[in-house]
């Protein structure tokens, strides 16, 4: 039977790039107007290179931004960037639709539910905060807890650990098929793959399940339990 599942966070609960994609805007438009004299076009280039080569949980790419583009921060101009991608932020995030009904119906039916992220604890809960799901699950847990990424199996195993359940009665559900999905299979766990909110185009997905809209996972647990049910009655 399953008994849990586990949740990628970024474009599995919340759309994140589209988060990103807003706040960054956002941040560029205000720097601008204090006083940046470059044109947006530039100024997008030189943050998407700062995540590229840092990644995309930087906290320090806009100080980068103006040290390499006028040799020096500028806090006027750090500051207005750094308020206007909150304030995007903030209002740009939200749960893909159906999440949170789905989340309810597997808490009502006593699911244990678990995230497996590998953004920063703080800006982790962070997000689950802002959008009202650190009451939800059971177990968070976030690359500072294992100090390693998917697909390693290190944070897969914490993650079970800390249910008290096994890899076979669980089901991982991620957007990222080279992390979420095999890090998942290489502990035995049961996978679906979000696709909806897929961002690379995957065409090869090799999960268990394959989602266009989480509501479908309630189906999938049902059958999958329904079948299970009785043998799980045997002596």
């Keep these: 039977m399953i008994r849990a599942v586990i949740f990628d966070l970024d474009n599995t609960l919340v759309d994140f790039m589209a988060m990103k994609r807003q706040a960054i805007d ?10 940046l004299q470059l044109s947006p076009q530039i100024v997008r280039a030189h943050i998407d290179r700062i995540y590229r080569e840092m990644g995309i949980e930087y906290q320090q790419v806009f100080d980068q931004l103006l040290m390499e583009t006028l040799g020096y921060v500028d806090y006027r101009i750090l500051s207005a960037g ?3 991608y909150r304030r995007a932020r903030e209002a740009a995030l939200k749960p893909y639709p159906h999440v949170t009904a789905t989340l309810m119906e597997l808490v009502k039916q006593r699911i244990k539910l678990g995230v497996v992220s590998d953004a ?16 939800i699950f059971d177990v968070v847990v976030t690359y500072d807890d294992t100090g390693q990424r998917k697909p390693s199996p290190r944070p897969f195993l914490l993650a079970l650990e800390r249910l008290q359940v096994h ?12 992390r979420d999905i095999v890090g998942a299979k290489s502990v035995g766990m049961l996978t679906a793959f979000a696709r909806y909110g897929d961002t690379f185009g995957t065409q090869e997905v090799n999960a268990d399940y394959v989602l266009d809209d989480i509501k479908e996972l309630l189906d999938i647990i049902q059958q999958h339990n329904a079948v299970q049910q009785p043998n799980s009655a045997r002596p």
């Design 26 to 35: 956002a941040a560029v438009t205000a720097m601008i107007d204090a006083g």
């Design 82 to 84: 750094i308020i206007a």
């Design 120 to 135: 920063p604890a703080r800006e982790a809960w962070l997000r689950l905060c802002y959008i009202g799901y650190h009451h």
């Design 167 to 178: 890899p076979h009665e669980t089901i991982m559900v991620g957007d990222w098929v080279e």
